[in-house]
Structures are given as C-alpha cells and as structure tokens.
C-alpha cells in the first residue's frame, strides 16, 4: 500500500508545469503507481483549466486564435511505436517500470556491485542530470548517510526501512540535509528504487564515515 506522496504544492507545480525537472520526473512517475495522486492532479489542471477558460472568456484576440486554428488542416497523425521496452532485468529478474520511466530504460547503464548486496545502474536523463536504478537484495544497506542535497527515491517494487519509516512500492520519498537515514532491505524480494541525488551522499557512521572521500561514487 503506497503511504507516502507528493505534497499538493509539488502536485500543483506539476499542474502549472513549474515543478523542477527532476521533481516533475518523479512525480509523474509516481502518478502512474498511484490512483490517489492521479486524482489529485487531475482535480489541479481541472481547476486550472476553468480559470484560464474564465479569465480568458471575453478575450478577442483568443477567439480570433480558435477560429483559426478550426479553420486548419487536420494534421496527418504520427504513426506511434509501442516497441519500447517496460522492463528492466537484473540477473534474469524482471522488473516493470512506470511508464514515464520507460523512454529512459535504453539509456540505463551495466548493473554493478557496490558495498554489501547493493546493485546500482546508471540511468542518463539528459539535461535533467544522472540518476541511478538501485537493487538492494535482502539483507542490503546503504550505509548512515544525509545528503549535502537533495535526494528523490520512487520504489518501484518491494520494500524497504531507513531508520525513519518502512517504505512501499510506489511510495515517493524526499530527502535533504535534515534527514540522516540507513536505506535496506529485508524483504525476500528484496526492494528495487529509482533514485535521484544532486550532489554526493554525506557518510555519518562508523568506518563508512571513510567512504566520504568517494561518496561521489555513490548514485552520483
């Protein structure tokens, strides 16, 4: 059961289309797991929509715009191409992604080892930045870590605890500097996410506080 969701100002900036990309990324992928916050969006552009149309009611020069566009010539409608992956895999798993992840799985890196049963793989966003797909297997940990920035976490399947609360497929997760947490699983299927971090994680315990020399190794 999914617990944790955009809070309705980021709902609304994605409605307005001002929401960071990252965020707006996130989100939306988030809304395609999530029947509650497609809800929610949907009642958000709704009320856009009626304010425009009211604050734009006795505008001539936008009547004059939609005569004009009646008038055009339809438009030959692009053939579509469905043949884009839906899946990730990791050592012959299979794993479903939400649709606005999918144009990314071509740009997703080699799976590689990082500390204990944690797996990573490099995801290209373009001019949005880097993000990682990460697998922890059960039993995997993240050391202690807070973040010099910000960290955005989407769970695709399974489940996870951090020392702060017990996370859910679908389950949208913001950190910043405040947060101090120790992501892992212990959940037989162990817990796949997809994770966007702008600057290096910041190690806060014990012999991982070594680590922080080559944090920027870590899902950055």
């Not at 509650?36 to 552009?45: D, G, I, P, T």
């Not at 692009?78 to 794993?95: K, M």
């Not at 050391?143 to 989407?154: F, I, M, V, Y």
Request: glycine fraction near 8%; charged fraction near 20%; hydrophobic fraction near 35%.
């Amino acid at each position: 059961m999914i617990k944790y969701h955009p809070s309705e100002q980021q709902l609304l900036q994605f409605a307005e289309g001002t929401l960071p990309a990252a965020e707006s990324l996130m989100l939306s992928a988030h809304c395609d797991m999530c029947t509650v916050c497609q809800e929610r969006l949907r009642y958000h552009s709704e009320n856009m929509a009626k304010t425009s149309l009211h604050d734009e009611a006795d505008n001539p020069a936008l009547d004059r715009m939609l005569a004009n566009i009646i008038q055009q010539p339809e438009a030959e409608r692009p053939s579509l191409n469905y043949s884009s992956p839906s899946t990730i895999e990791l050592d012959g798993r299979r794993f479903a992604v939400p649709r606005a992840l999918r144009r990314y799985i071509h740009k997703t890196g080699n799976w590689s080892s990082l500390v204990g049963k944690l797996w990573q793989a490099p995801v290209d966003l373009g001019d949005i930045g880097m993000a990682h797909f990460i697998y922890m297997e059960k039993g995997g940990r993240v050391p202690e870590h807070t973040h010099k920035g910000s960290e955005l976490t989407l769970v695709i399947n399974g489940e996870f605890s951090d020392g702060i609360a017990d996370y859910d497929s679908g389950d949208f997760i913001a950190m910043n500097g405040s947060h101090t947490h120790a992501p892992g699983s212990d959940a037989d299927e162990g817990c796949l996410v997809f994770s966007i971090v702008d600057k290096p994680l910041h190690f806060t315990s014990g012999l991982a506080r070594l680590l922080n020399p080559f944090s920027h190794l870590f899902f950055k």
